[in-house]
Every structure is written in C-alpha cells, then in structure tokens.
C-alpha cells in the first residue's frame, strides 16, 4: 500500500491512521477529487401540454388571438413543476410552440395580425416582461405576419430561434404584435387555465407592441400553450 501525508487542511492519497506532533493525521481512507458526473438526459421529442385549460377568455378578455383591442403585449409563466410533471428529462431544446385550442377565431377582416413575436426566457417572478429576475431570453418568433383562420390546435409558424429550457426554471412566454387591420372587434377566444397570472397592456392606438416591452395589467389565468421539444 502506498501512503500519503494529509496535513490540517490538505488532502492527499490515502493512509494509515497516525498522529504528528505537528497535528497532521495519517488517513486510510480514499479521496476522488475530480468525479465526472452522470450524463445529461435530454427531455425526449415531442409534444408537450404543461396545463390545459378548464374555461374560455371572453370576446373583450386579453389572450394571443383576441382582437377587441387592435394590439397587444401579454405575458405569463409555465412552472418548472408543470412541465417537469409531463417532459422528463434534464433540459432540452422548444423548438415549436403550438395554441392548445382556439375556441373562436378572431373576425378574419381584422386578420392578419402584423408584426406578431413571441419571446421565451426563464423567470423567477410572475411577470416576465419584466426583466427583473429574467434570464436567457430569447426572441423565438421574429415579427411576422400570423393569421388565425381556424378552430382547435394552431401552431405558429417555424420559429426562428429554439429555446434552451434549463430543466429546473420557470417559463415565461412573451407575445407582442401590432395594430389590427380596420378596426377592433369583439372576438378570439381560446382554451385558457384559470390559476396564475397573465399580464397585459393593449390600445387601440397606432404602432406596435414588442417583446421588450412592459405589460402592466393583469387578468387572473394563463393560456394553454403546448410545447415541442426536439430531443436535443
């Protein structure tokens, strides 16, 4: 057997038990300074609903199709536990972002609507148009024209950037476009869970929203989003 000094403090080899008028101490057992860790899993691809909803927003209720204002800024949170709780894994990459179900589309003369983008980023708080607490933000959607022209499941289109999602944080969704053609009207609605908070601004004024905006209403649920991870 080899032995090595391990001093106060130090940490060498392994040894024998042995005490020094210096106050050193011979030591028997084995020391790993450099583990390698077990590799990452990551979450499988697929489809992904971290809640769905029980109730509708109303004709003039906020949400990403509704058009009883002409533009809008909202934003919500998908918990780490919510997703955890049906994507296993440690982390993975979103790579499409899909309505779980639009109820009624908005009056199609007020489509498309213009300069529509989502953005994604972890958050620590509840509002994550708020940069406090946020982090790895990510402009996923680039502004783009969107047109809701049916009931039930919509994807957007092709995103323009994945969202690294850590495995552990909260998922804030950001969505922001510009003003309606024509004039606002009393209509998009679409499957929404009513626990947690989206927040909102909306006018009817010219111009356009942008993610790096801040939204400083809020109504008390979160539309059901469905993530798809590509494996990776």
């Known amino acids: 057997m080899s032995y090595g000094y391990r001093g106060n403090g130090g940490v060498v080899g392994y040894t024998q038990s042995w005490s020094a008028t210096q106050g050193g101490v011979w030591d028997t057992s084995v020391r790993y300074a450099n583990q390698v860790p077990a590799p990452s899993s990551p979450v499988s691809a697929g489809w992904y609903t971290p809640f769905t909803g029980n109730t509708y927003n109303s004709t003039t209720q906020p949400a ?3 058009v009883y204002y002409r533009r809008y800024i909202l934003g919500w949170v998908v918990t780490a536990a919510e997703m ?7 982390s993975g990459s979103i790579t499409k972002l899909r309505i ?17 983008a989502i953005a994604m980023c972890h958050h620590t708080g509840a509002n994550p148009t708020s940069s406090t607490g946020r982090t790895n933000f990510t402009t996923v959607l680039n502004q783009q024209a969107v047109n809701f022209n049916s009931t039930g499941a919509f994807e957007y289109p092709t995103l323009n950037n994945p969202f690294e999602w850590n495995g552990t944080g909260d998922i804030g969704v ?4 510009g003003q309606c053609p024509i004039n606002y009207n009393a ?19 010219s111009g356009t929203y942008t993610v790096s905006n801040y939204a400083s209403s809020s109504m008390s649920y979160r539309p059901s989003l469905d993530f798809y991870f590509d494996g990776s």
Do not use: C, E, H
């Not at 950001?174 to 476009?177: P, Q």
């Not at 209509?187 to 004024?205: A, C, E, P, Q």
């Open 64 to 66: 990403p199709v509704n």
């Open 84 to 90: 955890q709780a049906v994507a296993s894994g440690d």
């Open 100 to 116: 779980n179900n639009i109820y009624q589309v908005p009056l199609s003369s007020r489509m498309p609507l213009p300069n529509y």
């Open 174 to 177: 950001v969505m922001a476009w």
């Open 187 to 205: 209509s998009g609605r679409l499957s929404v869970k009513n626990t947690g908070t989206m927040y909102f601004s909306r006018t009817d004024g």
